[in-house]
């Protein structure tokens, strides 16, 4: 049996063009138009490449893009400044800090200091919380688009045994949130887990969240699971991979997600839906 490939890239596109005809409804009838707000600092080249893509993605979709490049000299009390600026700019409704920042800048201050209301990443300890207490406002997007891949396979999550490798704030362990809030049976797995593989092997759903290429392997699939991988590695070679050996556990998996063309597409629409849904509240 060979898996069936939840392509990322088809279900983003799908998802951007719905996003589209809300964005041009909503601007039709109350004359606000979603906008983003993205902060970048310094010139680590794959971030300035994730901004302009997130730029290119809410132009392609009729939201209103503000794009911040500052200086990897910037201090933290200029960057705070401008946080406090967005946080009050009408024509704002979602902003986004890329992360990493630079050493000298303390990115929980930042994080913290960007409104809970226009948190489009979903990282603020108020949003944070909302989505433990299983009434989230903005859930993270990365997370949020790995729900969207489970459901367009047609399995119902409630019941199902579910493990998350990985434990971070912004990917590991609100996935692990958003599966238990759908009534799967969660684990999380981290790099102190004693004999992991036989902990995976277990679960009907696999989430590989850990930045290490080739290390979900088959061994440790039960026959057809559904296996996403969030990972983003790239090889000696140039070639990116994901955490999952995907050409040997496509064979065991029922379902599975390719990288490149699969999570990473799915982020950035959902980062779009974060902030046309902020938009909404902001027109009511
Ligand atoms: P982190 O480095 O913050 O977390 C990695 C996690 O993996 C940690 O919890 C760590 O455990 C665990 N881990 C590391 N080694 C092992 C091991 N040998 N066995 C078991 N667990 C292990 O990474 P992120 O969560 O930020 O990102 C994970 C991956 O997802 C990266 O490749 C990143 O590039 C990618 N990513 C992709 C996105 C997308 O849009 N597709 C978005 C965000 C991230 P411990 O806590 O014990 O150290």
């Known amino acids: 049996m060979s898996a ?6 088809a279900l983003a596109l799908s998802l951007r063009e719905s996003i589209a005809q809300e964005v041009s409804l909503l601007q039709k009838n109350t004359g606000v138009q979603p906008g983003l707000a993205a902060v970048l600092v310094g010139d680590d080249p794959a971030s300035a490449i994730y901004v302009r893509n997130k730029k290119i993605a809410c132009e ?20 705070l400044d401008l946080i406090h600026q967005l946080n009050v700019d009408p024509k704002i409704h979602g902003i986004l800090v890329q992360l990493p920042l630079p050493p000298h800048i303390e990115s929980k201050a930042i994080l913290q200091a960007v409104s809970p209301e226009k948190d489009a990443d979903g990282f603020h300890p108020v949003n944070v919380g909302r989505l433990v207490e299983g009434d989230p406002v903005f859930v993270p997007c990365t997370p949020k ?26 990917v590991g362990k609100p996935i692990a949130m958003l599966l238990l809030h759908r009534h799967a049976t969660v684990t999380i797995c981290h790099s102190r887990t004693k004999d992991l593989p036989s902990v995976v092997r277990e679960a009907d759903i696999v989430i590989a969240a850990i930045g290490k290429p080739f290390f979900v392997t088959p061994d440790m699939i039960k026959e057809g699971a559904v296996v996403i991988d969030v990972g983003i590695n790239r090889l000696d070679n140039g070639k990116l991979v994901g955490d999952v050996d995907f050409d040997r556990v496509k064979a065991h998996a029922g379902w599975i997600t390719p990288v490149p063309g699969g999570v990473g597409p799915m982020t950035i629409a959902m980062l779009l ?8 509240r902001f027109a009511q």
Do not use: C, F, W
């Open 60 to 79: 392609k979709a009729g939201l209103y893009p503000q794009e911040h490049l500052l200086p990897s000299s910037t201090t933290e009390e200029a960057l």
């Open 145 to 170: 688009g790995v729900i969207h891949m489970i459901d367009s396979t047609g399995l119902d999550i409630g019941g199902k045994r579910a493990v998350v490798i990985g434990r971070s704030n912004i």
């Open 273 to 280: 839906q974060n902030t046309l849904e902020s938009a909404k």
């Open 4 to 9: 069936q490939i939840i392509d990322g890239k």
